[in-house]
């Protein structure tokens, strides 16, 4: 109910192509957040020590872990078709013309997405003859091991339930998202156009709804088939049983993942003549743009770039340098380097433009609002997510024995609102840009766009810190929560998820907005040039 009423306020004051664009996008946000198949991706696994496992393994949490992120994901898309208004138009215009679901439906993307989930039958149909394995309990009782034991044996071994149950439940639920899209589709095609659209942007906007929709299901799919991979990866229990395997279908479900996430969604005729004057490709390729514009646009690479180099050096780390230990501080260190990494390339923009176009002479034209309502709240309510989660965790961390893990996040996050406090300081002192009449306005933009993005860093921060103790944390808040230990994907866990996908969202989020507000003149330097 309450996602219904979000996505229709979206679009029910002013269905113009904005608001539908923006529908559009919270659709696919919030369908991406639900269909997490983190919690079931240990599916069927008998854990040895069953005391700190959440894993599912009895049928009603495997049925729960499943069915949650594919009925969610499907109900999600399915609500941004019911919340579009209905017409108001005195006179309704009927249409001889049948809508097909092939009339809107990317041919590409539909065989890519048939493929997966072929790709996904495949895969759980292999699981269905393998047998169950009996978990080893930890070995409590001292005794003489053989030489080429590799020390697991008394920590105990994992164990998994028969593959002909896992692979019914993963049948069944690849079974129930492809008739679940499938009748999303049959509603894309049967909903009403929309009488503030035109026919060619209401024929677009179900193109998109049905992209959107594809791109989930397919991520599902392969997240369902790599479900079955770390299964059959599981070696058997014995003396010579390895600590670690190798899971090939999870590398190809983050292939597919990250492939669908960078899939091109369709734009609507009436909005790609502004979007793409106001694109950076466009404002570096015009001869009107002014030379610190471009730096300006420019550095939305260099950041992207400053944020990609931590997120690989974290896969290089845990990938060949494990640490031992749940709570581990690898992630929370990750995370600050990188918003340290990005904030630092923000002041050094600023730093680049003040000397290269800067005048001292001019004044400082600081903007009216530098950062909106709705983006400063939005931080606001992050820092104060961060604040409750780093005092629960404190709490929950005070049950268990051992050193506390929450003054290093704590130090970290200080840390970066430091570097945070430096960027803006840098942004607010910068040397004023000569403005001639055609380019008024020049100075004030860029300081906007700049705290635009220090903001939003510092916001998407907030949240993946608050991720980051969530996951790292959820055996100490479930000792300070025995509920949540009843449950089979533990709701601490699944928090720490839908934040992580939430802060990658918001940094991610252009500034494209911004640039329209970017004034276009003859730059000063040609301007004296030509004289």
């Known amino acids: 109910m309450l996602v219904y009423l979000f996505l229709r306020v979206q679009v029910w004051s002013k269905p113009d192509a904005k608001s539908v664009e923006s529908h559009g996008l919270w659709v696919g946000i919030i369908g991406w957040m639900a269909s997490s198949l983190q919690g079931a991706m240990s599916a069927g696994i008998l854990k040895a020590n069953t005391s700190t496992s959440n894993v599912p393994t009895a049928p009603d949490q495997i049925f729960t872990a499943l069915a949650w992120p594919v009925l969610a994901a499907l109900t999600v898309h399915s609500l941004g078709q019911w919340s579009y208004p209905a017409p108001k138009a005195p006179r309704r215009y009927a249409e001889l013309r049948v809508r097909r679901i092939s009339d809107f439906l990317s041919r590409k993307l539909a065989f890519w997405t048939a493929g997966i989930f072929v790709y996904a039958a495949i895969a759980i149909g292999s699981i269905a003859a393998l047998p169950a394995y009996a978990p080893v309990l930890p070995d409590t009782t001292p005794r003489q091991f053989p030489e080429y034991n590799t020390g697991y044996v008394g920590q105990g071994q994992d164990g998994r339930i028969a593959g002909s149950e896992l692979a019914g439940w993963l049948g069944g639920a690849l079974l129930v998202l492809a008739v679940g899209t499938w009748l999303v589709l049959v509603l894309i095609a049967r909903r009403r156009h929309l009488e503030t659209l035109s026919s060619e942007d209401n024929l677009t906007l179900r193109a998109i709804a049905a992209n959107r929709l594809l791109r989930t299901v397919a991520t599902i799919a392969a997240g369902l088939a790599s479900i079955a991979g770390n299964y059959a990866a599981l070696p058997e ?239 100490a808040w479930g000792t300070l929560f025995p509920a949540f230990n009843q449950l089979g994907p533990s709701p601490v866990y699944m928090a720490g998820v839908v934040l992580a996908v939430f802060a990658v969202v918001v940094a991610v989020t252009p500034v494209r907005s911004l640039f329209r507000a970017i004034p276009r003149s003859k730059p000063a330097q040609t301007a004296e040039r030509a004289q």
């Open 237 to 475: 229990p014995g003396v010579a049983w390895q600590s670690s395997w190798f899971n090939a279908l999870g590398f190809v479900n983050m292939a597919v993942l990250l492939v669908m996430w960078w899939w091109r969604v369709p734009i609507l005729p009436s909005l790609q003549a502004a979007r793409k004057s106001t694109s950076g490709a466009a404002l570096r390729a015009d001869p009107r743009t002014h030379g610190a514009a471009k730096l300006s646009v420019s550095l939305g690479a260099v950041l992207g770039v400053a944020g990609v180099l931590p997120l690989l050096t974290l896969v290089f780390w845990f990938g060949f340098f494990p640490v031992q230990g749940k709570d581990s501080l690898g992630p929370t260190i990750v995370v600050s380097v990188t918003a340290v990494l990005v904030l630092l390339a923000i002041a050094a923009g600023e730093l680049l433009v003040a000397r290269n176009y800067g005048d001292p002479a001019a004044p400082v034209a600081w903007p009216r609002q530098a950062v909106s309502r709705g983006l400063l709240t939005f931080a606001i309510a992050s820092a104060a997510l961060f604040a409750v989660t780093i005092v629960m965790t404190g709490a929950a961390q005070a049950l268990l024995v051992g050193p506390p893990s929450w003054p290093t996040y704590l130090a970290l996050t200080f840390g970066v609102g430091l570097v945070g406090a430096a960027a803006i300081l840098a942004a607010r002192r910068r040397r004023g840009l000569p403005e001639p009449g055609e380019s008024r306005g020049l100075d004030a933009a860029l300081r906007a766009i700049t705290m635009y993005r220090i903001v939003r860093t510092l916001a998407a921060f907030f949240l993946a810190q608050s991720a980051v103790m969530l996951l790292g944390n959820a055996e």
